[in-house]
C-alpha cells in the first residue's frame, strides 16, 4: 500500500516562501509521475507542478517560474518550492502518486498567503 504524507504548510505573507515535502513509502523512481495539485475552497483540484521518474518537470502556468517541484531519491521524499506566494496560492496542497493504472493521494497540507 502506497502512502504520501505531506508536510510544510502553513501561514505565510505575500511575497514570502514555502517548502512542501511529501514522503513516499517505497521508492519514488518505480512511480511514473508524481504530481501536487492544490484546491481552494470553492474551486476544483487543479494540477501544479509535476516530476516524472526520469526527473522531467513541467508546472501550471500560474505558478511557472515561482514554484520548483524536486525530489530526493534517497529519502523517497518530493518537494515543492513555493516562492514569490500570492494570496492566490491559499489552498490545500495534494501529493499524488502514479503507478501504471493506480493512483494515490496522501491527505493534504494547508497554504495560507495573507498579511
Known amino acids: 500500500q502506497v502512502q504520501l504524507v505531506e508536510s510544510g504548510g502553513g501561514l505565510v505573507q505575500p511575497g514570502g516562501s514555502l517548502r512542501l515535502s511529501c514522503a513516499a513509502s517505497?521508492?519514488?523512481?518505480?512511480?511514473?509521475?508524481m504530481t501536487w495539485y492544490r484546491q481552494a475552497p470553492g474551486k476544483q483540484r487543479d494540477w501544479v507542478a509535476l516530476?516524472?521518474?526520469?526527473?522531467?518537470?513541467n508546472y501550471a502556468g500560474s505558478v511557472r517560474g515561482r514554484f520548483t517541484i524536486s525530489r530526493d531519491i534517497a529519502k523517497n521524499t518530493v518537494y515543492l518550492q513555493m516562492n514569490s506566494l500570492k494570496p492566490e496560492d491559499t489552498a490545500d496542497y495534494y501529493c499524488?502518486?502514479?503507478?501504471?493504472?493506480?493512483?494515490?493521494w496522501g491527505q493534504g497540507t494547508q497554504v495560507t498567503v495573507s498579511s
Open positions: 516530476i516524472t521518474n526520469g526527473g522531467n518537470t
Open positions: 517505497g521508492s519514488i523512481v518505480s512511480y511514473n509521475v
Open positions: 499524488h502518486a502514479r503507478i501504471g493504472s493506480r493512483e494515490y
